[in-house]
């Protein structure tokens, strides 16, 4: 795969790894970041049992900690279950270039047009669309494409932001959401399919 590529695949190791994230707080810092690599020989925290696996959870989880700043998971150790999954589905966007623009590309467009189901065939459609600017996905083999395909949705489903097979709006305090507005990213405000009005009253409430 080309240096440059944009888009990984890497994300498939755990979807939001909500338990995983929450049981390695303590490491979630700058100060103890260096350190939380201990946990894949000593395996005190994460309740799994094979060592490849919490190599690449640990590995993925590290990547988001430097995708967003600290800030971030220091909220987590105050926050909801409901807002954990929401600042956890932040970092995902924030370090997966794949989920972003799928989420604008696809769910986002979808939501606008009422249609609230979200299938692994779009995520294949998209995926089709995007070889052509992104040789590295055609690098990967259908079982990758069907695991990222299943792995996107259930990410979506873990955030809340897909609840009975249908697309949902998340419904989090204004305070809590003016976060990412602090943090710059605005954007996020969409990602919740937040409509406008509602971006707005939150922007400038």
């Given amino acids: ?14 979807a939001l790894l909500h338990a995983e994230t929450i049981a390695l707080l303590k490491y979630l810092n700058d100060d103890n970041i260096s350190n939380i690599t201990e946990q894949i020989k000593t395996n005190t925290l994460l309740k799994t049992n094979s060592e490849s696996s919490r190599k690449r959870i640990i590995a993925e ?16 150790s105050k926050a909801s279950i409901d807002e954990q999954k929401i600042l956890l589905f932040y970092s995902c966007l924030k370090t997966y270039p794949l989920l ?8 986002i467009e979808k939501w606008l047009s009422l249609e609230l189901i979200i299938k692994s065939s779009d995520m294949k459609r998209f995926l089709n669309k995007q070889s052509s600017q992104y040789p590295e996905i055609d690098a990967w083999s259908e079982l990758t494409h069907n695991k990222i395909s299943s792995v996107s949705i259930k990410i979506l489903k873990d955030a809340g932001i897909y609840v009975d097979k249908k697309l949902t709006r998340v419904n989090l305090s204004p305070i809590f959401l003016k976060t990412f507005i602090a943090w710059g990213d605005p954007w996020f405000l969409q990602a919740l399919l937040l409509n406008k009005e509602q971006r707005n009253e939150i922007l400038n409430g």
Avoid at 1 to 14: H, R
Avoid at 61 to 76: A, E, M, W
């Fill in 61 to 76: 989880i590290i990547k988001r900690y430097y995708s967003v700043n600290n800030d971030v998971f220091q909220l987590c």
């Fill in 100 to 107: 972003f623009d799928f989420m604008f590309d696809i769910v």
């Fill in 1 to 14: 795969m080309n240096i440059e590529s944009k888009y990984s695949a890497s994300f498939t190791a755990g």
